[in-house]
């Protein structure tokens, strides 16, 4: 069963064989397991529950967050269609999208809004590890901003991602025609009113239009 955390406002009740039925003006919402879900639990839990995005902390909170709105979806579309060119194109990769659960090494499981692993990071996993949570931490994500997320949340996000082993991640926030641009052991860059922002030299040649985007 789970149980509501200091954040939730709702009595909702799940199993991983149960579908989570959550009103809309009550997420995201953060559940308490009674007992952490194991990493196959888990996947059963986001299978089931397809048209939400859920999330797991490192201690083993359950976030459940809505699904995006029109205008976020629109932006999301160009920033993945975008990539997926550049992806293809330069082959030493695979990309994924914000459906993909990751694992990363703190227990947390998160799903960034793009993802680029390396193909020999990739093509080290077994099948049976591509076809569910993924259990590695992305060299490369991307977290779009959306009106109902936390920025300071999304942040630590972005932080947990290097702390784990990501090598880059941009922070896109629309609203404040912003992007933030994480490295490990740097300080954030912090971009305004850009135009492109360049994924070098991790992604050589990938550059990506902010048109429309932010």
Known sequence: MLEPGPQ???????TATVPLVVPADQLPLRLRPATRLS???????????RSLRIERTADGEIVIMAPTGGETGTRNFSLIGQFYLWVRRDGRGVGFDSSTGF??????ERSPDVAWVRKDRWEALTREERRKLVP????????????????????????EYLANGASLGWLIDPDRRSVEVYR????????????????EPLLPGFALDLEGIA
């Open 8 to 14: 939730a406002t709702t009595h909702a009740r799940s």
């Open 39 to 49: 990493d196959d639990a888990l996947f059963e839990l986001c299978r089931i529950n």
């Open 103 to 108: 694992v990363l090494l703190n227990g947390a």
């Open 136 to 159: 590695l931490c992305p060299d490369f994500v991307v977290e779009l901003v959306s009106p109902s997320d936390d920025v300071d949340e999304q942040r630590e996000k972005m932080r």
């Open 184 to 199: 490990p052991g740097g300080v954030v860059e912090q971009i305004a009113d850009a135009r492109t922002i360049s994924g």
